[in-house]
């Protein structure tokens, strides 16, 4: 029964919207036989998070589709396989990107899994019904959160909330709807994960990397604050409503003041099932070949072991220097995060990231990591709420919670910086200096290139990408592409040509397909 499981796990389940169109495969369980039990139910659920997991999804290997994207990191290498990620971090993506299809493909395989299990789990039996409910409010959630991510990637979506088995049910469906149902969608389930009775607030150290009522309530917050930013209507009930699901995910943290965890504390792998700042993660396993992580060895150059004990031959993964020059003097982030170059050390040319390490006996020398990619943390909501009070108008309350990041940072109070001649030219008001502390405390987890769409309208972000020297920004790459377009992606052109009207292209990519 398992190996049939895996077949049909990973051989059925994994498609975007135009692979629906397949001939039957042998090893298919046809659905009413599928969910007969718990443990059929949970395993098709456990299939989601693996989908998630995947670094064309979520993964830790993921950040050409968010960090590449930004001002943070740039693929220096514009040349061969490279170049497909070159596209990313120049704003010269085209809708023929095999990378971006990938991406596409991945996160649709989670929707799709996720509306499997949604589908067909009350078809399965459950000693505890509760159980049953747990496990949907963990579909949904996934289901919804990949929602999230695509919807600020590529706007208007095909929105499926069903399991199609049969190629006119998915002809029928494959259109993009308006990214404002799909916004509601993304809400409805996140609202309705939450009432179920069976998710902890927290998971206990045996469930990390599964949803919980935290992580529900924090994406909640985060969807209606992105809402209000970027839809036209419903601006004050969006931003009340994202208030009050950020204040119930900080209310139940257990801890007191973020002060209290060190910051090298959220990344230390010994850590990574007990520390209290971390809300939602995706798990890798220390030592094994197959499902260890990468991401300590990958991020480190020649000639260093701060990350790993794996003789790297490369040069690491490359830090904008605008990145780096951001940092304030005494940020006691920065050394953690970031470090120059051994070829470099005096910093002023190529940085690397040492922000995620494993330089254990358990990661041996070929960097089997056991590094969980944190994907929500508390400081993540704090600077949630901190924005939510100054688009409220109420600053007082916001720079209380920009101090809690600050103090914990070594850094001087908001208030005491207004003091500082170059602090205030470079961030004039509360908005810019929240963005500033988003960009250095979240450095590298995938959050900026969303921050930029969210604090700045479209003018603003062309005058910031506009304004960055090429020699900040990777020396090859042009952030002076940018342009009205690159708010969202192309939709994959193999998509687009399903249905040219109900697959419509985004504007400012027609011309280059």
Not at 186 to 197: N, R
């Amino acid at each position: 029964m398992k190996k049939i499981f895996i077949l049909f796990i990973t051989g059925i389940i994994t498609f975007s919207c135009s692979d629906f169109l397949q001939e039957t495969n042998p090893n298919r369980i046809e659905l009413p036989n599928y969910f007969q039990t718990e443990m059929d139910a949970e395993r098709a659920v456990n299939a989601i998070y693996l989908a998630i997991r995947s670094n064309n999804a979520m993964g830790e290997g993921s950040w050409q589709f968010t960090e590449d994207r930004s001002d943070n990191v740039g693929t220096l290498d514009a040349q061969s396989n490279a170049g497909v990620q070159f596209e990313f971090t120049n704003f010269t993506l085209v809708s023929t990107n095999p990378n971006l299809r990938n991406h596409w493909n991945a996160l649709f395989t989670a929707i799709t899994r996720s509306n499997f299990v949604l589908d067909n789990i009350d078809n399965a039996r459950f000693a505890n019904e509760e159980n049953r409910e747990m496990l949907r409010a963990e579909a949904l959630f996934l289901r919804a959160y990949v929602y999230l991510h695509a919807v600020r990637k590529w706007g208007d979506l095909p929105l499926i909330t069903k399991y199609f088995v049969t190629i006119e049910d998915v002809t029928a469906n494959t259109f993009r709807e308006k990214k404002e149902l799909v916004y509601a969608q993304i809400v409805s389930d996140l609202t309705d994960a939450l009432k179920s009775t069976g998710l902890p607030n927290h998971q206990p150290a045996s469930g990390k990397g599964r949803a919980s009522k935290a992580a529900i309530n924090a994406v909640l917050g985060e969807t209606y604050l992105t809402m209000a930013a970027t839809l036209t209507e419903n601006r004050a009930q969006n931003l009340a409503q994202a208030k009050k699901y950020l204040e119930d995910a900080y209310n139940m943290r257990t801890f007191g003041d973020l002060k209290d965890i060190p910051y090298e504390d959220v990344f230390d792998v010994a850590q990574k099932n007990t520390n209290p700042e971390i809300i939602f993660q995706i798990r890798y396993i220390q030592g094994d070949q197959n499902h260890s992580s990468g991401i300590a060895r990958s991020t480190q150059p020649a000639n260093t072991n701060i990350n790993s004990l794996f003789n790297s031959t490369g040069t690491g993964t490359y830090v904008n220097l605008s990145l780096i020059k951001e940092y304030e003097v005494s940020d006691l982030r920065k050394a953690f995060s970031v470090q120059p170059q051994p070829t470099d050390p005096d910093g002023s040319g190529q940085w690397h990231i040492s922000k995620f390490r494993d330089a254990s006996a358990g990661a041996g020398v070929l960097g089997r990591g056991g590094n969980d990619y944190i994907l929500k943390r508390y400081a993540d909501v704090i600077l949630m709420l901190a924005e939510v009070h100054m688009l409220l108008g109420e600053d007082t309350q916001a720079i209380a919670y920009l101090d809690m990041v600050r103090e914990r940072a070594g850094l001087p109070g908001y208030a005491a910086m207004q003091s500082n001649a170059d602090y205030t030219a470079k961030y004039p008001t509360l908005k810019l200096a929240i963005l500033h502390e988003r960009r250095l405390e979240l450095a590298l987890e995938n959050h900026r290139w969303f921050d930029l769409l969210r604090f700045l309208n479209l003018a603003e972000l062309t005058a910031h990408y506009h304004s960055i020297d090429m020699s900040d920004y990777g020396g090859l790459a042009d952030p002076k592409n940018f342009g009205p377009k690159d708010i969202y992606y192309p939709i994959p052109f193999d998509e687009e040509k399903l249905d040219p009207v109900r697959m419509y292209q985004n504007p400012g990519y027609e011309a280059i397909n």
